[in-house]
């Protein structure tokens, strides 16, 4: 056998082993229900994460709703791709908290697109729902956690949440199914270049 030989046998032995860890997980998994979601962190990326998770279920012919906080006045791609596709959005329509600096207004608005959430959280006709940015508004307290945790806990078994926005409650994070932190490494605002259309928004 070549040394050459050697080194391909050991990579399909790794290869294998690999194979059957993944293929026991996937046979223990066993439980069927809808997950809960939360991508957090203070890196790019957590908004167009929770939109491509739209986009996939749509993908399948799945029911979604979506709810935009904070970044409601932009004319987001995104959107305007989904809504081709009968996609509700509820927005807060404010924008960035820190353009308005009007709490009470900001307060209202939350609630009134939160309103709207809290009937798709008891929709069981709805497979998925996004809460964008919804961290931000526990946060600020312009929701409150504790009703936010219930109507989570009391959602259809088979309904999936998404969750995005920075510094997540830890309460959240315990509840969720899975998290993700999304880590800057380097971002091009702090170079001083523009956001970019179909890139940033």
């Known amino acids: 056998m070549t040394e050459q030989d050697k080194k391909d046998e050991r990579y399909k032995q790794r290869q294998e082993k690999i194979k059957n860890n993944v293929d026991k997980r996937v046979a223990e998994a066993q439980e069927e229900k809808g997950l809960l979601l939360i991508i957090t962190g203070n890196g790019k990326g957590k908004t167009t994460a929770g939109f491509g998770t739209v986009a996939r279920a749509v993908g399948h ?10 970044k409601g006045t932009w004319d987001c791609g995104e959107r305007n791709l989904l809504e081709m596709h009968n996609v509700p959005f509820y927005v807060m329509k404010t924008g960035f908290t820190w353009n308005t600096q009007d709490k009470e207004s900001d307060t209202k608005a939350a609630q009134a697109v939160w309103t709207e959430c809290k009937k798709a959280l008891e929709d069981d006709s709805i497979d998925l729902v996004l809460l964008d940015e919804m961290t931000y508004m526990v946060t600020y307290g312009y929701i409150d956690l504790e009703e936010l945790k219930i109507a989570l806990s009391n959602r259809p078994k088979m309904q999936s949440v998404v969750i995005t926005g920075r510094a997540a409650h830890r309460e959240l994070i315990e509840m969720a199914d899975t998290v993700s932190e999304v880590r800057s490494v380097k971002h091009a605002f702090d170079s001083g270049i523009k956001a970019l259309k179909g890139i940033d928004w």
Request: aromatic fraction near 10%; charged fraction near 0%; glycine fraction near 10%.
């Open 61 to 70: 012919g799945l029911s979604c709703v979506v709810a935009q906080f904070i």
